[in-house]
């Protein structure tokens, strides 16, 4: 009796968790949808995968662009975002020693100006036009050490190469072992800059390690960077773990506060080289700032915050990562905070997120959710400032 009761109590237990669960993602949709301000969907032909890492985002008079670099056609595919179809697509070099033939990042400055970045070296960096023809090749000069040549860049997502004054600016990412404290310093510059003009590559002092990271272990994932570029020609930084932005303009820098009402409690370092899944755990449980993006349209910026998320040590860490409900911070023109909107799991993918001419655009290819559709790309825009 009393085992039969304990299943029962268990059972309507859950069903209230369950309940209450659906209750809070229903209100926190209806929140969101305040802001909606559309949908866009792409249709994907059968060589077209799904995750879209690497793209880039062309406004053109009253057209919009979305440039797909696919791995699998070696070809860049443009995406007209009005009708959701491909207007025409971009096969690129790729047969070395002129061509990439892994393409780690795609820029695109204009129709005619788009370039292409080979992993892990600026060596070899290709500017192509709409036809795919080679414009120019950039190559730096070789270092006598070949690990002084590697510049491990990301070239996506929220760390996007950009070009700024003819020189492209990079965020490139340690190789050294970052599990040793001594490693955590101001001597690693996350920005490497190419210039054009003279053939050089240099790095930005304000990229460095923050004070607070110095001298302490933290996971991989957890040391990275965003930045982004205003209109005035000023770099943003945003660092995971800092509620301040960093804002740079002619070599001089200043902060600017730019917390999120869901941080609570600073971060906390790990006393000791953490396990596998000390990592994880500490990856999905805790809050921090993903990326910091520039709207050159309405002029504000928005700041995306991952929330805790809920860790088992015997689920899919990327499953448990796409579950996390997350936030987008909206700052005027000044940084003074106008907004934070909060977002459930499950059903936009934080990492493909994009700024367009209608406003912050959200792709909803995220693994865990329910409607995906391998056919088609299904993005929904926000418009925070609508109410304003």
Not at 21 to 45: F, M, T
Not at 166 to 177: A, T, V
Not at 216 to 227: T, V, Y
Not at 281 to 300: A, H, M, P, Q, S
């Amino acid at each position: 009796m009393t085992r039969f009761l304990g299943s029962i109590t268990f059972i309507v237990l859950t069903f209230i968790l369950t309940s209450a669960c659906s209750k809070r993602e229903e209100l926190l949709v209806e929140e969101i949808e305040k802001y909606r301000e559309g949908e866009i969907n792409l249709a994907l032909d059968d060589s077209t995968s799904l995750d879209f890492l690497r793209t880039s985002y062309l406004g053109k008079g009253d057209k919009e662009y979305l440039y797909h670099h696919n791995e699998f056609k070696k070809n860049i595919q443009v995406y007209d975002l009005e009708r959701g179809l491909i207007d025409h697509e971009i096969s690129y070099p790729h047969i070395e020693p002129l061509g990439i033939k892994m393409v780690q990042g795609i820029t695109v400055v204009s129709a005619d100006s788009i370039f292409l970045f080979p992993s892990l070296f600026i060596r070899g960096s290709l500017l192509i036009n709409n036809q795919g023809e080679i414009i120019s090749r950039y190559l730096p000069p070789k270092t006598p050490k070949r690990e002084e040549s590697i510049v491990n860049h990301s070239s996506f997502g929220s760390m996007p190469t950009l070009l700024l004054n003819r020189e492209l600016r990079f965020i490139q990412l340690p190789l050294f072992e970052i599990s040793n404290p001594a490693n955590i310093n101001d001597k690693f510059r996350f920005e490497v800059t190419y210039s054009i003009d003279s053939n050089s590559t240099s790095e930005i002092p304000e990229s460095a390690f923050p004070e607070f990271y110095h001298n302490k272990i933290w996971a991989g994932h957890d040391i990275q960077l965003s930045r982004t570029i205003n209109k005035k020609n000023q770099i943003i930084y945003s660092w995971k773990y800092l509620d301040s932005l960093t804002v740079v303009a002619d070599g001089q820098s200043k902060s600017v506060y730019a917390k999120s009402d869901y941080i609570t409690k600073e971060a906390v370092p790990f006393s000791m080289i953490p396990s596998s899944d000390q990592k994880t755990k500490y990856v999905i449980e805790n809050t921090k700032y993903y990326g910091i993006y520039y709207d050159e349209f309405r002029d504000v910026y928005y700041r995306t915050v991952q929330l805790p998320g809920k860790y088992d040590i015997n689920e899919i860490p990327k499953e448990m990562d796409a579950l996390r409900d997350f936030s987008v911070i909206v700052l005027d023109s000044t940084f003074n905070k106008i907004n934070e909107v909060r977002f459930p799991g499950g059903i936009y993918n934080i990492y493909r997120a994009f700024v367009g001419k209608r406003g912050f655009y959200l792709p909803k290819n995220n693994i865990m959710n329910p409607d995906l559709k391998e056919d088609i790309l299904s993005i929904d825009i926000f418009d925070f400032t609508a109410h304003e």
